[in-house]
């Protein structure tokens, strides 16, 4: 197989030249060795790269240094690597290029070509809307203002699918490369999380061939960390991070490997500034995100180094299958903060793209383009899409360097086309097209690799499907790469990469039922042995092996239970629930707007549905209705429990448990259903049902069970939550006897449940409490609830004023929050930053922390939280001064505790009294006043007075903690 892109540092010595296809927006690198004389005397010189066919600003040196003149001694072997960037429309090899070494002396050497290739590339030209101009010129200002700047930047580029920011950024580079700017460029498409990001970018900075990153390097990278002062553990499991095998399990976290590259990045980028640009963000793994925020925070903290962090994703609210959200406000963080430049492109209106048309394409007429966005949209995916299609309808041809670069050569075909269906799937066409000049194994090739994912291993692929001759395999993938169909990956070798998501879905759009059956059953016979459990129950769903894929969904959901991968659980399981019974597709949402934006991978919405065979209706229903339960405690965990989601599953689960005569299953339902009450602040209609719960977990004759202990823990909070401890404490007692031994989790919880009832009496035995629940979850291994520990000490530290201590297990806590991906529980850990930023006086950064757990409460509808945020969000207004917001704000806290309209809405409690405390201390300071006073309780008038005398410490249930004398006068922080 050859290479169909090639890295900096793909070195393949004196071989035949290789058929390569450069993607557009990405350079091609050469490698070139040259080798001085033996008798030759020393000399000064400097080497660079020309070709006649290209200007200076295509061919360039990939390391900069080597552009600064260098003296070359007798004997001496240098290698230089080179970024070309090809224009389209003709084939390169390697003798359209030549090495010049520049000297004042005459000099005699021998240079090599370490990696020849010939390339061919058809493309459109460089066209671009005015919305991409404006963006890319706004980009252009902001390496304008870095590169003036003394100290490092952060840059989000923030853009949806198909509006054009790949293209963008590739222009970026090369206008970056041809002002000779060093960059580390990462694609999220194969570099997925942090370590193979800190393997890649420990490589660029070497720099060193990927052969080489192995155990040869073991004694230098320790004497490295000798250097820097890395103690000898610490450097032994840096050793093993670069040079290990990748299936060995690192001991290094996000944390320990941002502080690393820190020191090799601000070194570096002392001498030679830096640009990184990591693009498709969104797809990276959590553990990858976390690592690129603690970096730039190093970076920016340390003071040393100029690096621009140029950042490429897709909005926040997008949620498909690739993006997750429990980093999505992560993102959202970097972007408002005060340390980052958020840049958007949106899609272009219809009146732009029909400018953008009359513009690119002379001869083009108002009832050509009227169709054309019709058919295609207006992003400029779209449109690129529909040019390209009809250019290869020759209908339409290239001009050489003057404007506009398109033109119209056949107008009545150019009308019949724009009249027919056609050009409404454009891809589609282009592809079948390509499919009918090329040999019908290609078309089974893409399929297979479709059906695999957005990248795939193409020799599996190809001997999953018989094909023995690899230069006729590499000869058509060129030509995919041609039709900007797929091309090969910058990262891996032998990856192949869709060009987008919409070419995917049209090469399995294209595919009769049966073909796509054929071929992913052949590629099911190819991999069952070594590919993951959940690669293999999406190829035998496809294949039609229903069976199979029951089998390897359920193995790989406990797989992905025991990682603590909740919401991965919930997606293969949903693909075994339609296995079971495909009616039930209709549990996942297709649309990324929805609000808990859950979709199952592409593939599988184009595939027959398969249903296990022999299975009676009973044991469909008993086997569904126990995957339904475990979603619903999976999305409860993750914070969805109260989501749209929860709610059709919980539906979907009654009728099936009704149906079947499941009393048990019912009795647990209406446990979760409580939850949800309760995740909504509902917290009397919450009691009811796990009234009910218990009831008919009684009346089944359940004992000892791990649904009807945490039921009797639910009924606790809830009791607690109201202000019986007496009763709750009762429940817990419940909860030991009905749990089942050895139940660590459960004990965990009423361990936690038992310190929370303390908070009204004695924050001392709360802390024991806690404390002695962490060691618990801790020793027994439960990452969710050492997070739920952290984040209560964390409470206790930052009201006791040990603010440093109580941030530091907070972000000890957020570390594991992204990485299990616990939404509920990253609303907590925002209220506790919010608090922190508060009381240091940082407003901005605690307003960046309450949107943050603001747009996740709203996501999941988790309203017991959502009160707390929007609470401390009038505080953080009134304390920036912002007035009018801090009144739409008071307001929005009174309708979510008082709840007008609602006749049988029960009275504010506890410490919900404190947020509406706030709001008439705020009035009686002047601030909304203009407004009519909502109905408060009467113990809200007797706390905000006491407040105002200075004795917060008489205020009940040690109210008086959460006051804080703050420059506006004392106000109550909430978090929970």
């Given at each position: 197989m050859c290479w169909f892109s090639l890295s900096p540092f793909d070195i393949r010595s004196k071989v035949a030249p290789h058929r390569v296809i450069a993607r557009q927006g990405r350079p091609l690198y050469l490698?070139?060795?040259?080798?001085?004389?033996?008798?030759?005397?020393?000399?000064?010189?400097?080497?660079?790269?020309?070709?006649?066919?290209?200007?200076?600003?295509?061919?360039?040196?990939?390391?900069?240094?080597?552009?600064?003149?260098?003296?070359?001694?007798s004997g001496d072997v240098v290698t230089a690597v080179y970024n070309i960037w090809p224009r389209p429309g003709r084939t390169w090899s390697a003798s359209d290029f030549q090495v010049v070494v520049e000297s004042a002396a005459e000099v005699a050497v021998d240079t090599t070509f370490l990696n020849q290739f010939e390339l061919e590339y058809l493309s459109l030209p460089d066209i671009a809307l005015p919305t991409q101009q404006e963006a890319f010129a706004a980009l252009l200002r902001e390496t304008a203002i870095w590169r003036k700047d003394p100290a490092?930047?952060?840059?989000?580029?923030?853009?949806?699918?198909?509006?054009?920011?790949?293209?963008?950024?590739?222009?970026?580079?090369?206008?970056?490369?041809?002002?000779?700017?060093?960059?580390?460029?990462?694609?999220?498409?194969?570099?997925?999380?942090?370590?193979?990001?800190?393997?890649?970018?420990?490589?660029?900075?070497?720099?060193?061939p990927s052969a080489i990153l192995d155990a040869e390097l073991r004694d230098s990278i320790r004497h490295w960390c000798d250097a820097v002062g890395i103690g000898a553990d610490a450097a032994h499991d840096v050793v093993e991070d670069l040079c290990g095998a990748n299936d060995r399990e690192s001991r290094l976290a996000p944390r320990h490997r941002a502080e690393l590259l820190s020191l090799l990045l601000g070194q570096r980028s002392s001498v030679l500034p830096q640009v990184l640009i990591v693009e498709d963000l969104h797809k990276a793994a959590p553990s990858l995100l976390s690592l690129l925020w603690q970096l730039a925070s190093a970076v920016r903290d340390s003071g040393r180094g100029r690096i621009l962090f140029l950042f490429c994703t897709r909005p926040y609210a997008s949620d498909t299958s690739e993006l997750r959200t429990e980093w999505l406000s992560l993102l959202g963080k970097l972007a408002k903060s005060d340390t980052a430049t958020l840049l958007t492109l949106d899609q272009p209106t219809r009146g732009a793209a029909e400018r953008f048309l009359s513009a690119v394409v002379e001869g083009l007429e108002t009832y050509h383009i009227e169709p054309?966005?019709?058919?295609?949209?207006?992003?400029?995916?779209?449109?690129?899409?529909?040019?390209?299609?009809?250019?290869?309808?020759?209908?339409?041809?290239?001009?050489?360097?003057?404007?506009?670069?398109?033109?119209?050569?056949?107008p009545p075909r150019l009308t019949n086309i724009?009249?027919?269906?056609?050009?409404?799937?454009?891809?589609?066409?282009?592809?079948?097209?390509?499919?009918?000049?090329?040999?019908?194994?290609?078309?089974?090739?893409?399929?297979?690799?479709?059906?695999?994912g957005r990248a795939f291993l193409s020799p599996v692929i190809a001997h999953a499907l018989g094909i023995p001759d690899d230069y006729a395999l590499d000869e058509a993938i060129e030509t995919c790469g041609r039709w900007s169909v797929a091309a090969g990956s910058t990262d891996r070798r032998n990856w192949i990469e869709f060009d987008h998501d919409l070419i995917r879905d049209a090469v399995l759009r294209i595919a009769t039922p049966r073909q796509r059956q054929r071929v992913s059953g052949a590629l099911y016979e190819q991999?069952?042995?070594?590919?993951?459990?959940?690669?293999?129950?999406?190829?035998?769903?496809?294949?039609?092996?229903?069976?199979?894929?029951?089998?390897?969904?359920?193995?790989?959901?406990?797989?992905?239970?025991?990682?603590?991968?909740?919401?991965?659980?919930?997606?293969?399981?949903?693909?075994?629930?339609?296995?079971?019974?495909?009616?039930m597709a209709r549990l996942s949402v297709p649309d990324p707007t929805a609000e808990y934006g859950f979709a199952l991978d592409s593939a599988i919405r184009f595939a027959t549905p398969a249903r296990v065979p022999d299975m009676q209706p009973h044991e469909v229903d008993r086997s569904v209705l126990s995957l339904l339960i475990e979603n619903l405690d999976c999305l409860a965990s993750i914070g969805s429990g109260s989501s749209g989601l929860s709610a059709s599953t919980l539906s979907e689960a009654y009728m099936i448990a009704a149906r079947a005569g499941e009393d048990e299953a019912e009795a647990h339902l209406a446990a979760l259903e409580g939850r949800v009450r309760f995740e909504r602040d509902e917290v009397e209609k919450a009691l009811e049902l796990h009234q009910l719960a218990e009831r008919r977990f009684a009346r089944a004759g359940v004992k000892r069970s791990r649904a009807r202990a945490e039921n009797f823990i639910r009924l606790a909070i809830c009791y607690?939550?109201?202000?019986?401890?007496?009763?709750?404490?009762?429940?817990?007692?419940?909860?030991?006897?009905?749990?089942?031994?050895?139940?660590?989790?459960?004990?965990?919880?009423?361990?936690?449940?038992?310190?929370?009832?303390?908070?009204?009496?004695?924050?001392?035995?709360?802390?024991?409490?806690?404390?002695?629940?962490?060691?618990?979850?801790?020793?027994?291994?439960?990452?969710?609830?050492?997070?739920?520990?952290?984040?209560?000490?964390?409470?206790?530290?930052?009201?006791?004023?040990?603010?440093?201590?109580?941030?530091?297990?907070?972000?000890?806590?957020?570390?594991?929050?992204?990485?299990?991906?616990?939404?509920?529980?990253?609303?907590?850990?925002?209220?506790?930053?919010?608090?922190?930023?508060?009381?240091?006086?940082d407003y901005d950064q605690a307003f960046v922390w309450l949107q943050d757990g603001e747009k996740t409460a709203l996501r999941h509808r988790i309203g017991r939280r959502l009160w707390r945020v929007v609470s401390n969000m009038g505080t953080v207004h009134e304390l920036r001064g912002e007035t009018r917001l801090c009144v739409i704000r008071d307001r929005q806290a009174a309708n979510l505790l008082l709840r007008s309209g609602e006749a049988d809405a029960p009275a504010p409690h506890g410490r919900q009294i404190l947020a509406l405390v706030n709001l008439l201390l705020r009035r009686n300071s002047g601030i909304g006043t203009e407004d009519p006073a909502p109905p408060l309780p009467p113990e809200t008038g007797d706390y905000a007075a006491i407040v105002e005398r200075q004795r917060a410490g008489q205020l009940p249930d040690l109210m008086g903690n959460y006051c804080v004398d703050l420059p506006v006068g004392p106000r109550f922080l909430l978090t929970e």
């Open positions: 490698n070139v060795e040259l080798t001085v004389p033996r008798n030759q005397e020393p000399f000064l010189a400097r080497l660079y790269v020309q070709s006649e066919q290209l200007s200076t600003s295509d061919c360039h040196p990939h390391t900069h240094s080597s552009t600064d003149e260098s003296v070359f001694a490092s930047r952060t840059t989000l580029f923030v853009a949806p699918p198909g509006a054009g920011k790949s293209h963008l950024l590739g222009k970026l580079r090369r206008k970056l490369a041809s002002e000779r700017v060093e960059e580390i460029y990462v694609d999220c498409e194969t570099v997925r999380e942090d370590r193979s990001f800190f393997r890649q970018v420990v490589q660029d900075l070497l720099p060193l054309i966005i019709t058919a295609a949209g207006s992003s400029p995916y779209a449109l690129r899409e529909a040019l390209l299609y009809l250019l290869l309808e020759n209908v339409l041809e290239v001009r050489s360097d003057v404007s506009p670069v398109l033109s119209v050569v056949d724009c009249a027919s269906p056609k050009l409404q799937q454009a891809t589609q066409e282009r592809l079948q097209i390509l499919f009918g000049n090329q040999p019908e194994w290609l078309r089974r090739f893409l399929l297979a690799g479709a059906a695999y991999l069952k042995h070594d590919a993951p459990e959940g690669t293999l129950a999406r190829i035998a769903y496809q294949a039609g092996h229903a069976a199979d894929a029951l089998e390897h969904a359920r193995k790989a959901a406990r797989e992905a239970k025991r990682s603590h991968r909740l919401d991965d659980v919930v997606e293969i399981n949903q693909l075994a629930i339609q296995t079971l019974d495909p009616d607690r939550t109201l202000g019986e401890q007496e009763r709750s404490f009762e429940h817990l007692r419940l909860a030991m006897r009905s749990c089942v031994r050895a139940d660590w989790s459960v004990l965990n919880k009423i361990r936690n449940n038992a310190g929370a009832i303390f908070l009204k009496r004695d924050w001392t035995e709360t802390r024991v409490q806690w404390e002695k629940e962490l060691a618990h979850a801790r020793r027994h291994h439960l990452d969710i609830r050492v997070v739920h520990a952290l984040l209560g000490l964390s409470f206790l530290d930052l009201f006791e004023r040990d603010l440093e201590n109580g941030a530091e297990k907070t972000r000890h806590a957020i570390e594991i929050i992204q990485r299990l991906r616990l939404d509920n529980q990253s609303v907590r850990a925002a209220l506790n930053m919010s608090v922190y930023h508060i009381m240091r006086r």
